[in-house]
Nanobody, 120 residues
Framework: VQLQASGGGLVQAGGSLRLSCVASGRTFDSYDMAWFRQAPGKEREFVSTISRSGGMTLYADSVKGRVIISRDNRKNTVYLQMNSLKPEDTAVYYC??????????????WGQGTLVTVSS
């Protein structure tokens, strides 16, 4: 599976962005999908995950209530709608395919990342 993330950019605090991640291949709905992020000088951290059917989702406490993960299996795409963005949300955001959970090693395949910068 190859993953291509997009949708990052520069936004003011309080603004919104929607990230997208398109997967190649015919097995997209065989994978649980997730978003992680990595801020400068920090370790990569879990943001959100969604099950294969989209029926289960999980969010990090730091984004809960501000972020919505969704997927469209017909389009091989997973989305991350981010609202009420804060400067501390600034990071490179990575999509990943694997097994539902918060651990990095749950996920076998990773996209290249898309940069989100939130100005104060």
């Amino acid at each position: 599976v190859q993953l291509q993330a997009s949708g990052g950019g520069l936004v003011q605090a309080g603004g919104s962005l929607r990230l997208s991640c398109v997967a190649s291949g015919r097995t997209f709905d065989s994978y649980d999908m997730a978003w992680f992020r990595q801020a400068p000088g920090k370790e990569r951290e879990f943001v959100s995950t969604i099950s294969r059917s989209g029926g289960m989702t999980l969010y990090a406490d730091s984004v809960k209530g501000r972020v919505i993960i969704s997927r469209d299996n017909r389009k091989n795409t997973v989305y991350l709608q981010m609202n009420s963005l804060k400067p501390e949300d600034t990071a490179v955001y990575y999509c990943a395919a694997g097994v539902y959970g918060q651990r990095l090693d749950n996920y076998l395949y990773w996209g290249q990342g898309t940069l989100v910068t939130v100005s104060s």
